[in-house]
């Protein structure tokens, strides 16, 4: 199995930015559809950005015009940057394919506060 590698998060002020990255132990095929998920605590994982193989993207709209999704598909590497972020950002951040049910890293935490 593919295993991610996510790293990039910490700890930032409100309005300051992030790049989060997520290596990949094999191949990313062009075709996968990666994406970020997120978890607070006692919330539902979420999913915040996809990237198809040929790089159309998409946001939950919570995200949009902040965060930025891209790939590299010769570096097997997914990046997610956060811009403006805001306390509600924050949680652990998880790459993975779209609809995966297994396969899931350690994430990398995101706080967000002042």
């Known amino acids: 199995q593919v295993q991610f590698v996510e790293s990039g998060g910490g700890l930032v002020q409100p309005g300051g930015s992030l790049r989060l990255t997520c290596a990949a132990s094999?191949?990313?095929?062009?075709?996968?559809?990666m994406a970020w998920y997120r978890q607070a605590p006692g919330k539902l994982r979420e999913l915040v950005a996809r990237?198809?193989?040929?790089?159309?993207?998409g946001y939950v709209d919570s995200v949009k015009g902040r965060f930025t999704i891209s790939r590299d598909n010769a570096k097997n590497t997914v990046y997610l940057q956060m811009n403006s972020l805001k306390p509600e950002d924050t949680a652990v951040y998880y790459c993975?394919?779209?609809?995966?049910?297994?396969?899931w890293g350690q994430g990398t935490q995101v706080t967000v506060s002042s």
């Open positions: 094999g191949n990313i095929l062009s075709w996968y559809v």
């Open positions: 990237i198809t193989g040929d790089g159309r993207t």
């Open positions: 993975n394919l779209v609809g995966a049910v297994s396969g």
